[in-house]
């Protein structure tokens, strides 16, 4: 079975410049998650989809940032404009239930905004 | 608001040593609680949840409501245990809150 790919690994930017990145979730998982990783913060939690819908973006950081999931399968997360500070580890996880169930995580995608 | 602890950024024991990863939360209700694991050069994976009071290759944690704890334990420590650990709570139908982390160097 495959598990939740992330699309790119890394990614270098500069600021100003817009980046999209792309989670594929374990196929049958509705309930999908980014989380982000600054470095030496903990990982956090950025926004929950259902399906198609989004059940919690209490963790995004502003209006820069856009999460979809058009179609409940793939999402995509854009970053526009970039700044310094969103550089770090955006991770993407799925999971069959939802919170207290067992996330999934893909191998991160690597965002560094000079 | 919820929140975890993991009081030490580095932990190096030796191999066959007793290991113990500690974490703290604090959170008012009932939690959940997890420990995920990042081995070299792999995702991020669940490696035991509280609820389920199992032993994940070898280690396990008990939840402790009254110092608010959940540590990781394993009594003989492997070289192949060297990872990232993080422990993470979720309050009932809310986000995972995760911790810094603590990596475990296991030294042969």
């Known amino acids: 079975e495959a598990g939740v790919t992330q699309f790119p690994s890394h990614s270098v930017i500069e600021k100003g410049q817009t980046v999209t990145l792309r989670c594929d979730p374990i196929?049958?998982?509705?309930?999908l998650y980014w989380y982000r990783r600054v470095m030496g913060k903990e990982i956090k939690f950025l926004l929950h989809?259902?399906?198609?819908?989004?059940?919690?973006e209490s963790g995004m950081p502003n209006n820069r940032f856009l999460a979809e999931r058009t179609g409940g399968t793939y999402s995509t997360l854009k970053v526009q404009p970039a700044e310094l500070e969103d550089s770090g580890v955006y991770f993407c996880?799925?999971?069959?239930?939802?919170?207290?169930?067992?996330?999934?995580f893909g191998p991160g995608t690597r965002l560094l905004v000079l | 608001a919820q929140r975890v602890t993991q009081p030490e950024k580095l932990l190096s024991v030796f191999k066959g040593a007793p290991v113990e990863l500690k974490c703290n939360y604090s959170?008012?209700?009932?939690?959940?609680l997890f420990w995920y694991v990042q081995y070299s050069r792999q995702r991020l994976q669940l490696l035991l949840r509280?609820?389920s009071r199992e032993s994940i290759k070898g280690f396990t944690a008990d939840l402790n409501k009254g110092e608010t704890s959940f540590h990781l334990k394993k009594p003989f420590a492997q070289e192949e245990d060297s990872a990232m650990y993080y422990c993470a709570l979720s309050a009932g139908n809310t986000p995972l809150v995760f911790g810094k982390g603590t990596r475990l160097s296991v030294i042969a």
């Open positions: 509280h609820i």
């Open positions: 959170y008012s209700g009932s939690p959940e």
């Open positions: 996880a799925s999971s069959q239930d939802g919170y207290s169930g067992t996330q999934y």
């Open positions: 989809f259902v399906k198609e819908s989004k059940q919690d």
């Open positions: 196929s049958g998982h509705d309930n």
